[in-house]
């Protein structure tokens, strides 16, 4: 099985600031990753797929980016909204499994 | 497309947890998404657990595989999930998700049922 690790668990980071998550795969998976945001209470939404593609709608502070094993998401100029917890997710073409990341929280600084 | 789970929110350890996610705004037959689950255990990270092409093959996580069914019912535009022998461990948000193989991502999500484990 593949295996995601995200980094950090926790953020603490200001409204302006630019933030940087890490995501990373234990084999490489191509650039078959995705990046939700997920608020208290709510289904997941997804922000960027195939690794750097913004979803429609989403706000272009939003970007990703990485191949193979280490994928990054990165927030420029952090707003209210965005604070929030962000999941990192592969999809493994050849068992058809699906696998998340353990989630990064992005808190109030 | 609107999806919206539906079932028990109380399942007595041991026993089945058994849940539908209702489809409207598009058709399962024929699409080529998987039809899928993933829960959410409180204060915890997201986990796939299983999904279905409409023609009725399915995919399982492999530590959920022993206990769970996931099927489609093209008829009335529904998938299910079945989980059996639950304990508390269990207790979670579970979503129901359109998943789209040929991009890798989900991005549709019913707006999530909590099932409790408890007698």
Known sequence: DIQMTQSPSTLSASV???VTITCRASQSIS??????????GKAPKLLIYKASTLESGVPSRFSGSGSGTEFTLTINSLQPDDFATYYCQQYNSYSSTWTFGQGTKVEVK | LQL????????????????????SGGSISGSSHHWG???????KGLEWIGSSYYAGTTYYNPSLKSRVTVS????????S????????????????ARQTPSVAHIKDWGQGTLVTVSS
Do not use: I, M
């Not at chain 2, 539906?6 to 489809?23: A, H």
């Not at chain 2, 689950?37 to 204060?43: A, C, D, E, K, Y």
């Not at chain 2, 999930?81 to 129901?96: H, P």
């Open chain 2, 37 to 43: 689950w993933v829960r959410q255990p409180p204060g």
């Open chain 2, 81 to 96: 999930l079945k989980l059996t022998s639950v304990t508390a461990a269990d207790t979670a948000v579970y979503y129901c």
């Open chain 2, 72 to 79: 489609v019912d093209t008829s009335k535009n529904q998938f």
């Open chain 1, 16 to 18: 302006g600031d630019r």
């Open chain 1, 31 to 40: 650039w078959w990753l995705a990046w939700y945001q997920q608020k208290p």
């Open chain 2, 4 to 23: 919206q789970e539906s079932g028990p929110g109380l399942v007595k350890p041991s026993g089945t947890l058994s849940l539908t996610c209702s489809v």
